[in-house]
């Protein structure tokens, strides 16, 4: 019954390989813009034209990743037989990737992190108000708070769907836990946690020594709109 | 009706392939300060001679730009026929940029960041306090704030020409947007990016236990006096 | 009455030479993650089945260390004759160290910083409270304050065993000084000291502009059973 | 009347040659550590046996420093033929380092910077309170506050020198500018500048939530006299 990398058609195991470079590539952008420590966070990206996703190993530290240790999965957050030792298991998130990827049909790229703004603001279970340009450019309002939910069933992964679907941010901060974001691949999700972090933290300062002063709605939304004419859909950024 | 670069004189073409090597190499300098993530900062440069200016390409990581890449646009903000190929497009800032050049004609410079603390001042609409002897020599003040403006015509442009004006300050702080900042050539507007974080940091780090010592403004003239003799004028810096 | 290093049966030695390379190279995770500045922090190991552990020498900074410098003390703390010149003196800090590995047998790895979030919730005697899910995980609760001791007897490795004893987590503040972490081996250690500052951050950084909210005991339970069970007992993390 | 490097005695000539190494080398400490942004800091060392000092060229920066680049003064700061071209001109704070040169006999290395958190308690006026073991090792107590001077004639020198020579600390804090710190040799003002930069850190975090405790007198005696006993003098740390 488990499904085996070798067999499937050659094209999709070429798309498979081309999946495992990006994503394994990606994780640099974690670390790059130090949204991560240790091994605590973690990017996937659906296979194109297939069933499967693809996700970095447990426990791996960023240092050590190479492409052909990421694991492929199927929607259902289990691992095929992707020619990867039994040791290599796929991330503790996956649960809620998989979950992302079965709800949400546009959705191309999931990321994972517990960056130290976003996690402050989901800490208190507090949205990020939308104070920058930036933020109306690429979350088109506040950044939104997603429930409490402990690890093991897919009550993470519910908690971010429903949480996006109600919301033009690609962003979730999950509350005391940290921020998932999505993307129509990989990148737009690494892109989208990057900016996440460097709004969450420009607000944070600003909001220290007064309160910023909020866009109106009207100017958000003409923002937004701009951006993502400019730039392609929301998934898509 | 377009310019072509190679039809340009020899020595103009000349002076192009160095401004673009230039502001390519400058960039190194938006992240090594990390006043920058992802591709949202830029730099540009007027080419000595000529009614044209060098300026980033949009939606390129500072790591893959090269001096060839660099954009040429007239000073109304439209690029020339400069070798580059058509889907690099200069920056979406450009416009804001085209209008310093055209409306300042001491400036060589121009720089756009979005740096966290400078950013964060803008986001509550409030002007830097001139409470260190860093930002006497180099700033002559505050640092003062510019306009709310949206991005599409040229009130971005005017908001920084008009703020700009009425100050010693080569920096200016957008509300809700971010700091421009300008020079004699790129390399000052880039010293006056870093600078204007700088200061903004530890001005907001003191005030967070209490109200910094402003400097008396009769020192503050005795500074920037010193400072602008020795090292030439403001847009010399 | 001094023991030398190559009177050691040859499986001991092999052991040492081992254990010398770990601890040597987990220093550079303590700069990686700005856990230490000039040569404020230091890493030990207990030899395998022995009664020796390594640790970092006195003064050198973190740029000159190799797996041949690193001091063998036996249990009390005392350097062996093994090999290095006299110069290279165990840490200043070998003294606690030493307490824990006599009195915490299932203690593998010992790790001493001053890093700045944990050190500044140490200067208010103020243990870390509970409002992550990453702090449920690693640390099973808050992370708890030791007492204020002085460097010269065995008082901080008294304060540091005493503490732990009472709790779950593997670090411990020291009051006024700073963290003090454990694991069953030297790499569980380290990890430990990374995951503590980065709580320790993301805690204050959150109360900065509000209270965090609390996890339940019963959740922070959940949370901590579930991840100890996946990787391994309280000193295996 | 000036004098040449060419005609002192062979052993001086080779005397500073061995200083513009290690102040050339010490400078990347200023960059690793981040107390430093553009070309704003510099490090002297007085050459051993001899009435002159080598210090940073002005307005160079840090990547671009070599050994041949540093600058030879003489003792009331003014440079010598040392071999360097005209436009190479010694730091703007030349002057202050000369003068703790001429009054404090035993300091042999002297280090400026503007470091974000030092900086902003001196934008306050405000002296560091000894809240942490490392303060009480390293400073002896509180980090004292210097007067507001301006640059031009010998004020900010005498500044200095009057502060420290009422304090254990081998650094002040010059109001409204930056840290200034002495040393045995150039080294140690360079350990002082960083960890006066750390412990002015760790002490503002502490504080923004709460009073960190103030370490008693007779324990900051204690720990004082510990370590100057087992690393030396006070100008020798």
Same mark, same amino acid.
């Given at each position: 019954m488990n499904i085996a990398l070798t067999e499937l058609p050659p094209e999709v195991q070429a798309s498979v390989a081309e999946t495992r470079e990006r994503v394994a590539a990606l994780h640099a952008e974690l670390t790059r813009y130090e949204?991560?420590?240790?091994?605590a966070g973690n990017v996937s990206e659906r296979v194109p034209d297939s069933d499967l996703f693809v996700i970095k190993p447990s426990g791996v530290s960023y240092d050590a990743?190479?492409?052909?240790m990421m694991v492929v999965c199927t929607l259902d957050g289990k691992k095929i037989? $992707?020619?990867?030792?039994?040791?290599?298991?796929?991330?503790? $998130?996956t649960a809620a990737h998989a979950y992302v990827y079965q709800h949400m049909s546009d959705v191309g790229g999931v990321v994972h992190t517990h960056s130290t703004y976003a996690t402050a603001w989901a800490a208190r279970g507090e949205p990020v108000p939308c104070a920058l340009t930036m933020m109306a450019d690429e979350f088109g309002g506040v950044i939104p708070v997603g429930p409490f939910a402990l690890i093991g069933d897919d009550s993470i992964g519910r908690g971010i769907v429903e949480t996006l679907q109600e919301s033009r941010s690609p962003a979730v901060l999950m509350r005391n836990h940290g921020p998932f974001t999505i993307g129509k691949d990989a990148r737009a999700a690494v892109k989208a946690a990057v900016m996440c972090e460097e709004v969450a933290r420009t607000v944070h300062i600003s909001r220290q020594l007064g309160a910023p002063d909020r866009i109106p709605q009207a100017d958000i939304d003409r923002l937004y709109d701009r951006y993502q004419n400019v730039y392609g859909q929301r998934t898509t950024q």
């Open positions: 949204l991560v420590v240790w091994t990743l190479s492409a052909e037989d $992707d020619g990867t030792p039994a040791h290599l298991q796929p991330s503790s $998130d």
